[in-house]
């Protein structure tokens, strides 16, 4: 008996694979779609199948190794397009921008590939070409939000804040009321908060802080409380806790937030909020309780990392303030509190995390000793006019709503 030939023995086994697909046995399948491959490498879809498996599993670097082999083999656009895909997904651009380009030489006017060939080309920082990839698309696709706001997105990208604004607020105008219009509304205010200051190539870090996250920035004794540098591997003392309390106090005062209470995140927080409590005269209550019978000031010392304010985040479902004493990772890394003592670089410690560590009372104690023995800004009324009345598009604002009919504040 004649044995059956690789190709045919392939055949079956992919044969196999999708059925076992179409009942949801993705595992078997995709052992199927590996025995196809080993009967006969040279099948694209077989790899296609497997690579769309690993990718399923995670196995990010296998699934192009799996679509770069069936791209090589077909050389056709489908299989250019997914092996785009997946190492965009790799943060692989240059790689994705050649595939994608591939894509183009097949079928120039493919509206799909030009638009991730624009993605990958802004993840590159390649702003201006990303912008002229998703232009060439716009006649055809006027009503596109998506476009609309990747166009925007360029503009910002390129400083171009006028530009941005006017097309991401003719989108908030179009979108349909049903859709989740937030994604927009941010990138808007990321364009009106830009316009209020004059063009300049570099914006100081208060002023960027509120640009584009929409937050509050107070400095510490060693500033001005406008002109506020980035520290390095700050060492806090009482005395600068105690003056941008004092900063707090005071925009609390000018602002007017209806603050019920005030929370710590953690222990390392509580010497601040015990003296945060007094000097707002507010009550203190546990971090799970914020939110929940009003407006609470939840409070940070110095978080390392994003990923543990995200998380604390995610486990209020009240109105809260968050105030974070040091920021201590980029920006564009993570979630930011909606007010910041100071941007630092590296490593912030304060003066209750050193040893002999005192009791948190004790450490609040000297934060309102050194707060009783300073006297104010002389600025303190430019400091409070910088968000009152010039700067007021905070990213909490109430009264800055979506909607075509409440964008003039």
Avoid at 188 to 208: C, G, I, N, T, Y
Avoid at 216 to 245: K, M, Q, S, W
Avoid at 378 to 383: G, K, P, R
Wanted: net charge negative; charged share 25%.
């Amino acid at each position: 008996m004649l044995a059956e030939p690789k190709t045919g023995q392939a055949y079956r086994h992919m044969e196999r694979g999708q059925n076992l697909e179409r009942q949801g046995r993705l595992d078997e399948a995709m052992l199927e779609f590996k025995h196809a491959i080993e009967a006969d490498p040279s099948i694209p879809s077989a790899h296609v199948a497997l690579g769309q498996h690993y990718r399923r599993k995670g196995l990010l670097t296998k699934a192009a190794d799996e679509l770069h082999t069936a791209a090589l083999l077909s050389a056709d656009y489908a299989s250019y397009f997914e092996l785009g895909r997946i190492l965009s997904e790799l943060e692989r651009y240059q790689d994705a921008q050649e595939a994608f380009q591939q894509c183009l030489s097949i079928d120039p006017d493919e509206p799909s590939a030009r638009y991730e060939l624009a993605s990958v080309l802004y993840a590159r920082g390649d702003f201006t070409q990303a912008l002229q990839q998703l232009q060439a698309l716009a006649p055809d696709f006027p009503t596109d939000l998506e476009l609309q706001t990747a166009i925007a997105e360029c503009y910002l990208a390129l400083r171009d804040y006028g530009a941005a604004e006017s097309i991401l607020a003719r989108a908030l105008d179009e979108a349909p009321p049903e859709d989740d219009r937030e994604d927009l509304y941010e990138a808007w205010l990321v364009a009106r908060r830009h316009l209020e200051f004059d063009p300049q190539p570099d914006l100081s870090v208060k002023d960027m802080l509120y640009a584009e996250q929409g937050i509050l920035c107070l400095g510490t004794r060693h500033d001005n409380g406008l002109d506020i540098p980035v520290y390095e591997n700050h060492t806090f003392t009482y005395g600068d806790i105690a003056a941008t309390c004092r900063r707090l106090v005071a925009l609390q005062g000018g602002l007017r937030w209806p603050l019920r209470a005030v929370a710590a995140v953690d222990s390392s927080a509580l010497p601040l909020t015990i003296a945060l409590s007094q000097l707002l005269q507010l009550p203190t209550e546990p971090l799970e309780a914020a939110g929940k019978g009003g407006l609470t000031l939840v409070i940070l010392a110095a978080v390392a990392r994003p990923e543990i304010w995200q998380v604390t985040r995610e486990r209020m479902s009240g109105p809260v303030r968050s105030f974070g004493l040091a920021l201590t990772w980029q920006p564009d890394q993570g979630p930011v509190p909606d007010v910041v003592g100071l941007l630092c670089r590296g490593r912030c410690l304060m003066p209750w995390q050193r040893s002999p560590k005192p009791s948190p009372e004790a450490a609040a104690a000297s934060i309102l000793r050194a707060y009783a023995a300073q006297s104010g800004d002389d600025n303190v009324a430019a400091q409070i006019a910088y968000y009152k009345r010039h700067h007021s598009l905070l990213r909490f604002a109430g009264d800055v709503m979506i909607g075509a009919e409440n964008r003039t504040v």
